[in-house]
């Protein structure tokens, strides 16, 4: 797996096994995002899957299929609501950006723009075309 910390109580990833759910879970992981949606996979790694892994584990899961190029208001405060539970908190798509777009969407207003699009890039996703969105969302929180 390719855990990327965004903040001390949220990782990214690019697609994990079903396997990993396990692992996820004996590093002290309490919830599990999945934010790719099963039109891009095979059935043998969807949602269902993924669900069945994390009930077996004792996570509590959330599927947030994020379709590049369709942002809803729903997604975005989903996700808040998923990590704002239980922590830590695990969130994955194909590469981990789809999930780093969803925390930097949900934090817009919270913390200032600079600092969501460098802790992206530390965690190796550039974010910076997100920037007039941020500065949207975070004007309408204001």
Known sequence: MDLR????????????????????????FKVLINNRPDAEITPDIDHKVFKDAAKAAGM?????????????????????????????????????????????????????ETDILETAAKAGYDLSGLRPLLASLASNKG
Not at 5 to 28: F, K, M, N, W, Y
Not at 70 to 97: D, K
């Open 60 to 112: 509590e899961y959330h599927y947030l299929p994020f379709t590049p190029g369709q942002i809803t208001p729903e997604l975005i405060s989903g996700f808040g609501q998923a990590i704002s539970g239980e922590q830590p908190v695990f969130a994955y798509c194909r590469s981990g950006n789809r999930s780093t777009v969803l925390w930097a969407l949900n934090q817009a207003g919270k913390l200032p």
């Open 5 to 28: 910390q965004l903040t001390p109580d949220l990782a990214v990833s690019p697609q994990i096994a079903p396997e990993d759910v396990q692992r996820l879970a004996d590093a002290g």
